[in-house]
């Protein structure tokens, strides 16, 4: 039996007023509907092709059925609870093999951040992608043997996000990739708009 690398792309369904909140506040609700929407088509586009690894996509909320999916791709409802809680239903659901979870809000995420947190997962238990905000635009996991339950009592959408997942590794090991932006906010939004 050959074992798969598993890529899991976080998503809520784009719709006016229930995505990228925080950056709505700075930015309004269409253009930060935009922005994620925009960004999902391409960060859907930029992963879905590559052999390394099967895509799945992790969906809130749990059968919408507004929004157009690609064809051809598994989908797994994210469920209820806070991200943490969210994520480890998605991992333990994902058949063997490791599995890498990213999300929509680094614009500069490539295929190549990917195969380097798979190529790491070879010799250790986990790889993050670290945020400048201190949280994560990628976790991933070897899941052999199984790890700890790393997504409990994180501070979620704060600087602590990441150091509370890393904590709740229990020092088993974990690399870093390089540092890469969530755009969360109006300032991030700013920053990117000039990088284009």
């Given at each position: 039996?050959?074992?798969?690398?598993?890529?899991?792309?976080?998503?809520?369904?784009?719709?006016?007023?229930r995505v990228?909140?925080?950056?709505?506040?700075?930015?309004?609700?269409?253009?930060?509907?935009?922005f994620?929407?925009?960004?999902?088509?391409?960060?859907?586009?930029?992963l879905?092709?590559?052999?390394?690894?099967?895509?799945?996509?992790?969906?809130?909320?749990?059968?919408?059925?507004d929004?157009?999916?690609?064809?051809?791709?598994?989908?797994?409802?994210?469920?209820?609870?806070?991200?943490?809680?969210?994520?480890?239903?998605?991992?333990?659901?994902?058949?063997?093999?490791?599995?890498?979870?990213?999300?929509?809000?680094?614009?500069?995420?490539?295929?190549?951040?990917?195969?380097?947190?798979?190529?790491?997962?070879?010799?250790?238990?986990?790889?993050f992608?670290?945020?400048?905000?201190?949280?994560?635009?990628?976790?991933?996991l070897?899941?052999?043997?199984?790890?700890?339950r790393?997504?409990?009592?994180?501070?979620?959408?704060?600087?602590?996000?990441?150091?509370d997942?890393?904590?709740?590794?229990?020092?088993?090991?974990?690399v870093?990739?390089?540092?890469?932006?969530?755009?969360?906010?109006?300032?991030?939004?700013?920053?990117?708009?000039?990088?284009?």
């Amino acid at each position: 039996m050959t074992i798969a690398n598993h890529l899991c792309l976080f998503l809520r369904v784009p719709r006016i007023g229930r995505v990228k909140t925080r950056l709505a506040h700075d930015i309004g609700v269409v253009a930060a509907w935009s922005f994620y929407r925009a960004r999902l088509e391409r960060t859907i586009r930029v992963l879905a092709g590559d052999p390394r690894w099967r895509l799945w996509l992790a969906v809130t909320p749990d059968g919408a059925a507004d929004f157009p999916l690609p064809r051809g791709r598994p989908v797994i409802g994210q469920g209820t609870g806070d991200l943490g809680r969210r994520m480890t239903r998605v991992i333990d659901a994902l058949p063997p093999g490791p599995a890498v979870i990213v999300g929509a809000d680094a614009p500069d995420l490539t295929s190549r951040h990917i195969a380097q947190a798979f190529k790491a997962l070879g010799h250790v238990d986990a790889v993050f992608g670290p945020a400048a905000d201190g949280g994560y635009w990628l976790v991933g996991l070897r899941r052999r043997p199984p790890p700890p339950r790393i997504f409990d009592n994180v501070r979620w959408s704060s600087e602590h996000a990441l150091a509370d997942t890393i904590a709740n590794l229990g020092g088993r090991r974990h690399v870093l990739l390089e540092t890469l932006e969530d755009v969360d906010d109006g300032a991030a939004y700013q920053r990117w708009r000039r990088r284009r």
